[in-house]
Structure formats: structure tokens, C-alpha cells
């Protein structure tokens, strides 16, 4: 079960020594480690190219496209290995997550998904993960983030691989179409792996001022591209056996309703506190879902609305709130 790693960096000077020793003086070595460069001005690449001599399961690649998703596409193409993961370079890597599933039995399987640890200013948490296949769970709750799959490496390219659209919850994007796609999972459940650094920003409110604009773009790219990634999809294998793709493709479109509503909501909490000029990129979103694509009814539209106002009012956990009502066979229903 031979693994590659591949980590996506710019402007990370003084992390991603931090990064690759963990990785690197783990149990068990990857059997190659991939740093792609995206363009760094802050000596970045000059520090890899340093750090890799005399290491030579080491690559070092540059991406001039901006985004990680197009880093890791550029590492994922000089992926020799079987299964290939991906890592962010700020992170920690854990030092016996090789040894683990080196030992794993994980013939038959396209991915193994995996719990990790989030670490806001110090303080560890488990992230919240849900093993679960139902797309609509990655949708409201973000099971499949960067750290939390391991893919068998055909398998991720069989389905396109990461978007390079995408700029923001790029991960909770390709987790989304690796859930329509069905894929045969192993779900680790004995422990969780890494600690994944997050500043309080990133995780509480700035974020969403700051990159607003990224976050709408995934989430147009996942409504627009429903149909047509899914219905045509991006290999000669999925055309030939659609049966693998996911069947109900009309439960999807409200909890993405709902994701919507609850961003717009993040617009106008930061709007009204001064920290975001405008959210009408945003509430253009929501005009998506008016095409013949989906229609919300009078009471799904209240629901949104009322998520949206929760969350403009600074109100906790509207995402674990809508994932309730998503998969409440009656709430479908109305």
C-alpha cells in the first residue's frame, strides 16, 4: 500500500519545515512526498529546494494557476503510488498514521476516510466527522475535508480530480462529487489522526468577509454542475456504468438551498458588524435555485430564511440545524 503525499504551499516560509519533518520522521515514511509551490513571494520554494537535498523521496513542483485545488492536480499528475493523500502545509502530520494503514485491509476500497483533529488557538478538538455515504450529510457537514480522504489514486482521477474553480471548500466540493459518485469507502472510526491548525478567524467569522466571493463560486459550481457532471460524467468508465452514481439527484438540491441561506446569512451577520461591504454575490445565489433545476416551496423557503436571519443574528450550529431537517423524510416532503 504504497502512499504519496501531496502538499500544496505558497507564502508558508516558516511552517512548512514544521510540516515536512512530521511527515517525514513519522513511523513509516510516505513512500514519496510532493510539495508544489503556488507561486510564494516570501522565500518559500528557495526553503524546499534547501529542505529536499538529500531527500530524495522528496519532489518539489511549482503551479503557477492560483488555488490549491490546481497545486494538488499538479502533484496528482507525478503521482506514481497507488493511493495518494493530501496535506496542507501548515498541519502536523501523526506519527503513526503510515504505520496504521499500512496495515489496514483495504483491498477492494477507492478511499479510506479518516477523523483528525482541529486546533483552534491551542485547543484540540475532534472535527466533526459522520461516516456517512449520503451526499446530503457532505453537503450540510463537511464529513470529507482535505485531510479527511485517502483516495486510491485512479479512483480520484477517474472522477476529475479536484477543481480548479473552485478557490474556497474546494475539498467540500470534490467531497460532494465523490459522494455522487458512490465509491466503495472505509470509514476509520478507532481514533483521530494530525492536528489541524486553524486561527479562531478562520473558523468563527473573517473568513467569510474575506473570501466570500470563492465560497459562492463552489457553491454555483456544485448547483450548476449537478446535472452534468453527474449525468455525463468525466471518465469512459462512469459513462459506461452509471449505476455507480448516486439515484436521487432531487433530494440534493434543498440542503443546498440551505447551505446557501445560511452563507447569506454569514454575509449580512459581517455586513451589519462593518465587516463585509456587500453580500450580493450571495444573495444572487439564491436565484439559482429558482431555474427549473429546483423551485422551493413556500415552506422550504421559510426554513432557509429563517436559517438565513438565525445566522445574520449571530446564532451557533445552523449547519447541524439544517442537516436535521434535510434528512427529516417529512421536512422533504412539504
Same mark, same amino acid.
Given at each position: 500500500?504504497?502512499?504519496?503525499?501531496?502538499?500544496?504551499v505558497?507564502?508558508?516560509?516558516?511552517?512548512i519545515?514544521?510540516?515536512?519533518?512530521?511527515?517525514?520522521?513519522?513511523?513509516?515514511?510516505?513512500?514519496?512526498?510532493?510539495?508544489?509551490?503556488n507561486?510564494?513571494?516570501?522565500?518559500?520554494?528557495?526553503?524546499?529546494?534547501?529542505?529536499?537535498?538529500n531527500?530524495?523521496?522528496?519532489?518539489?513542483?511549482?503551479?503557477?494557476?492560483?488555488?490549491a485545488?490546481a497545486?494538488?492536480n499538479?502533484?496528482?499528475k507525478?503521482?506514481?503510488?497507488?493511493?495518494v493523500?493530501?496535506?496542507?502545509?501548515?498541519?502536523i502530520?501523526?506519527?503513526?498514521?503510515?504505520?496504521?494503514?499500512?496495515?489496514?485491509?483495504?483491498?477492494?476500497?477507492?478511499?479510506?476516510?479518516?477523523p483528525?483533529?482541529?486546533?483552534?488557538?491551542?485547543?484540540?478538538?475532534?472535527r466533526?466527522?459522520?461516516?456517512?455515504?449520503?451526499?446530503?450529510?457532505q453537503?450540510l457537514?463537511?464529513? #470529507?475535508?482535505?485531510?479527511?480522504?485517502?483516495?486510491? =489514486?485512479?479512483?480520484? %482521477?477517474? *472522477? &476529475?480530480?479536484?477543481?480548479?474553480?473552485?478557490?474556497?471548500?474546494?475539498d467540500?466540493?470534490?467531497?460532494?462529487?465523490?459522494m455522487?459518485?458512490?465509491?466503495?469507502?472505509l470509514?476509520?472510526?478507532?481514533?483521530?489522526?494530525?492536528?489541524i491548525?486553524?486561527?479562531?478567524?478562520s473558523?468563527?467569522?473573517?473568513?467569510?468577509?474575506?473570501?466570500?466571493?470563492?465560497?459562492?463560486?463552489?457553491?454555483?459550481?456544485?448547483?450548476?454542475?449537478?446535472?452534468?457532471?453527474?449525468?455525463?460524467?468525466?471518465?469512459?468508465?462512469?459513462?459506461?456504468?452509471l449505476?455507480?452514481?448516486?439515484?436521487?439527484?432531487?433530494?440534493?438540491?434543498?440542503?443546498?438551498y440551505?447551505?446557501?441561506?445560511?452563507?447569506l446569512g454569514?454575509?449580512?451577520?459581517?455586513?451589519?458588524?462593518?465587516?463585509?461591504?456587500?453580500?450580493?454575490?450571495?444573495?444572487?445565489?439564491?436565484? #439559482?435555485?429558482?431555474?427549473?433545476?429546483f423551485?422551493? =416551496?413556500?415552506?422550504? %423557503?421559510? *426554513? &432557509?430564511?429563517?436559517?438565513r436571519?438565525?445566522?445574520?443574528?449571530?446564532?451557533?450550529n445552523?449547519?447541524?440545524?439544517?442537516?436535521?431537517?434535510?434528512?427529516?423524510?417529512?421536512?422533504?416532503?412539504?
Amino acid at each position: 500500500m504504497d502512499i504519496t503525499v501531496i502538499i500544496p504551499v505558497k507564502d508558508r516560509r516558516d511552517h512548512i519545515g514544521k510540516t515536512l519533518d512530521s511527515i517525514l520522521k513519522s513511523g513509516i515514511a510516505p513512500k514519496e512526498v510532493i510539495i508544489v509551490d503556488n507561486e510564494s513571494e516570501d522565500g518559500t520554494y528557495q526553503f524546499c529546494e534547501q529542505y529536499i537535498k538529500n531527500r530524495p523521496n522528496v519532489t518539489l513542483l511549482r503551479e503557477t494557476f492560483p488555488g490549491a485545488a490546481a497545486a494538488r492536480n499538479k502533484g496528482l499528475k507525478s503521482c506514481k503510488t497507488e493511493w495518494v493523500y493530501f496535506f496542507d502545509s501548515d498541519d502536523i502530520f501523526d506519527y503513526n498514521f503510515m504505520s496504521t494503514f499500512y496495515n489496514a485491509k483495504v483491498e477492494g476500497y477507492d478511499m479510506i476516510a479518516i477523523p483528525t483533529r482541529r486546533v483552534v488557538n491551542g485547543k484540540m478538538s475532534i472535527r466533526p466527522y459522520i461516516p456517512s455515504e449520503d451526499p446530503r450529510v457532505q453537503i450540510l457537514g463537511d464529513v #470529507l475535508g482535505t485531510q479527511n480522504m485517502l483516495f486510491r =489514486t485512479e479512483f480520484l %482521477k477517474s *472522477i &476529475g480530480a479536484w477543481n480548479p474553480a473552485c478557490r474556497a471548500w474546494e475539498d467540500w466540493e470534490l467531497g460532494l462529487r465523490v459522494m455522487l459518485h458512490q465509491p466503495k469507502i472505509l470509514w476509520f472510526k478507532e481514533r483521530a489522526f494530525h492536528e489541524i491548525i486553524a486561527n479562531e478567524d478562520s473558523v468563527i467569522g473573517d473568513i467569510y468577509s474575506v473570501n466570500y466571493k470563492y465560497f459562492v463560486r463552489s457553491l454555483m459550481a456544485a448547483v450548476n454542475d449537478l446535472q452534468s457532471s453527474i449525468l455525463q460524467p468525466l471518465s469512459r468508465y462512469h459513462a459506461q456504468n452509471l449505476s455507480c452514481l448516486y439515484p436521487h439527484l432531487d433530494l440534493l438540491m434543498y440542503p443546498l438551498y440551505l447551505r446557501t441561506s445560511i452563507l447569506l446569512g454569514y454575509m449580512q451577520y459581517e455586513k451589519m458588524r462593518g465587516k463585509s461591504k456587500s453580500f450580493k454575490l450571495a444573495a444572487k445565489t439564491l436565484a #439559482l435555485f429558482r431555474k427549473d433545476n429546483f423551485s422551493p =416551496t413556500a415552506n422550504q %423557503k421559510f *426554513i &432557509g430564511n429563517c436559517l438565513r436571519i438565525y445566522t445574520m443574528l449571530g446564532g451557533k450550529n445552523a449547519w447541524k440545524i439544517a442537516l436535521r431537517i434535510a434528512l427529516d423524510k417529512s421536512a422533504r416532503k412539504a
